[in-house]
């Protein structure tokens, strides 16, 4: 009730948080719409964050038509500014030349950009930032590679909860590299952790160990 009426009134600070209740369907219904117009309204006021929530829900269409190039303006602003998810999301979008044209000098150009605010932000605990900067690290991708380093950071992401480095860590050792040594069990315990959280395709995963027989 207070954001929106502060948010009427035309407060800066009060547009986003009010977008984030319609975004999740909070005290208010879901509204993609409405979610969209009040990130906008940050955005032009220079919130970097709601820079980059207007550049998921237009990459992806929610509360409007696609639109990755302008999507990609709205990374761009918060990733000059620092953030790291836009960094991130700059580089897979020029890395997958889905949508807009594929560049991989500028998508390195953004991995890279983004291991400075990973790395601080990894090394207070934020198991996200601890989940991104190890898959970077394993994979070199805007760093030198460190698999050793990438691997702990994913582990320390995956005991914090994150499914994503859950499921990173299963695949990583289910099928092994030239840096990793196969290793079915311990790919089975971790998409055991994810599949208990609800990630159905870490449950399709360890089904298809059980049935298989493999690591378990």
Request: aromatic share 8%; proline share 4%.
């Amino acid at each position: 009730r207070w954001y929106a009426a502060a948010s009427v009134a035309g407060h800066p600070q009060a547009h986003r948080p009010l977008a984030r209740l319609y975004e999740q369907g909070q005290g208010v219904d879901q509204d993609d719409t409405t979610a969209l117009a009040l990130y906008r309204k940050a955005a032009a006021d220079g919130d970097l964050l709601a820079n980059f929530k207007v550049g998921q829900f237009v990459e992806r269409g929610r509360g409007t038509e696609p639109d990755p190039a302008a999507a990609a303006g709205y990374y761009r602003v918060a990733a000059e500014g620092g953030r790291y998810d836009a960094q991130l999301a700059l580089a897979k979008m020029y890395e997958s030349g889905e949508n807009v044209a594929s560049d991989p000098a500028e998508a390195e150009r953004w991995y890279a950009a983004a291991v400075g605010p990973l790395t601080t932000a990894a090394a207070e605990s934020d198991a996200r930032a601890q989940e991104e900067l190890g898959k970077l690290l394993v994979n070199g991708r805007g760093v030198a590679k460190d698999v050793e380093r990438g691997l702990a950071l994913l582990e320390a992401a995956a005991q914090s909860g994150r499914t994503g480095a859950q499921v990173q860590l299963a695949q990583l050792f289910g099928k092994g590299s030239d840096d990793i040594a196969p290793d079915p069990a311990i790919a089975a315990r971790y998409y055991a952790m994810a599949a208990q959280q609800g990630n159905r395709g870490a449950q399709y995963e360890l089904a298809k160990l059980y049935a298989e027989g493999h690591g378990v």
